[in-house]
């Protein structure tokens, strides 16, 4: 079953602006991780935030964690041309690692 | 010097045909995994194998078979292709017990059954 939902489920934005998704999820879980999938190639792991967590930063990434609301948000300064993607949430919940993915935000960002 | 590499990248056939994938990691890790990206990039986990042995087996036909020979290596095999298992199948891998669970990600094989 579906864990996560995203939204918006598009965004286009002009470069230098920033970008913002958010994540809903439904169950309690241990740690919530976003992903990025370039047009016909895998997924990169872009930050992983636990349960006990609230923000974290890496680079011009920020993502928050609201476990009471179960949402998350993925914040991208400064966006740049290379940053258009389609972003994943994915949760893990329980002990096998089991990643249980959104749909899917696809981020345009024009130059 | 790939990480995870899968292999064929393309594969095309017709249905009723079987077919295997193949996918390799060198990255060390214990655990790997296949997922299934539909042509609404939906991503579904299919199976994950923990030194070898199966730890996740979701709802998935029979008819694909994962084996794991070594730790490095997780194939998987599917009997009597259908339409409907025209898709993007990655492989991804991580190491349990690290407290960090991140998944490393093949580039996809993309099947398309015709």
């Known amino acids: 079953s579906q864990q996560g939902e995203e939204d918006p489920q598009a965004l286009s934005i002009q470069e230098g602006e920033n970008a913002t998704m958010n994540c809903s999820y439904k169950t309690s879980i241990n740690n919530l991780q976003w992903y990025r999938q370039n047009s016909g190639r895998g997924l990169v792991h872009l930050i992983l935030?636990?349960?006990?967590?609230r923000e974290k930063h890496s680079g011009r990434l920020r993502v928050t964690l609201d476990t009471s609301k179960k949402s998350s948000s993925l914040l991208i300064t400064a966006s740049r041309a290379a940053d258009t993607a389609s972003y994943f949430c994915a949760t893990v919940a329980g002990a096998n690692s089991k990643l249980t993915f959104g749909k899917g935000i696809t981020l345009s960002v024009r130059p | 010097d790939t990480a995870v590499s899968q292999t064929p990248k393309y594969l095309v056939t017709q249905m009723g045909n079987d077919k295997s994938i193949k996918c390799e990691q060198n990255?060390?890790?214990?655990?790997m995994y296949w997922y299934k990206q539909d042509s609404k990039k939906f991503l579904k986990i299919m199976f994950s194998y923990n030194n070898k042995e199966l730890i996740i087996n979701e709802t998935v036909p029979n008819r694909f078979s994962p084996k794991s020979p070594d730790k490095a290596h997780l194939n998987l095999h599917i009997n009597s292709l259908e339409l409907g298992d025209s898709a993007v199948y990655f492989c991804a891998s991580s190491q349990l017990g690290t407290g960090g669970e991140t998944q490393y990600f093949g580039p996809g094989t993309r099947l398309l059954v015709l």
């Open positions: 990255l060390g890790h214990d655990t």
């Open positions: 935030i636990r349960s006990n967590e």
